[in-house]
Nanobody
Framework: QVQLVESGGGLVQAGGSLRLSCAASGRILRLNAMGWYRQAPGKQRELVALISTIGTNYADSVKGRFTISRDNAKNTVYLQMNSLEPEDTAVYFC?????????WGQGTQVTVSS
């Protein structure tokens, strides 16, 4: 059983920074990708950043501002978010995929005030 627990969300002013963490437990394989997604009210969940053995991928809207990283020893993935904008307000979710099954965390709220 895989469990993902996100933390680090909160309220921040535009231009500020936050660092999200996702601690994974259970059968976690370093070869499998992990990612951050977000869902704003009334919108579909969207990919923010992905990290795998190949490298990293980012949504165009966050390139240059967000950085995803992974500590395999701690089974933790991070999302450093800088220069936050009100449009970044959403619930941020961590995802881990293994053998065709997607595992999601409960999400952490990020609110950026203008």
């Amino acid at each position: 059983q895989v469990q993902l627990v996100e933390s680090g969300g909160g309220l921040v002013q535009a231009g500020g920074s936050l660092r999200l963490s996702c601690a994974a437990s259970g059968r976690i394989l370093r070869l499998n990708a992990m990612g951050w997604y977000r869902q704003a009210p009334g919108k579909q969940r969207e990919l923010v950043a992905l990290i795998s053995t190949i490298g990293t991928n980012y949504a165009d809207s966050v390139k240059g501002r967000f950085t995803i990283s992974r500590d395999n020893a701690k089974n933790t993935v991070y999302l450093q978010m800088n220069s936050l904008e009100p449009e970044d307000t959403a619930v941020y979710f961590c995802k881990y995929s293994d053998l065709g099954t997607d595992y999601w965390g409960q999400g952490t709220q990020v609110t950026v005030s203008s």
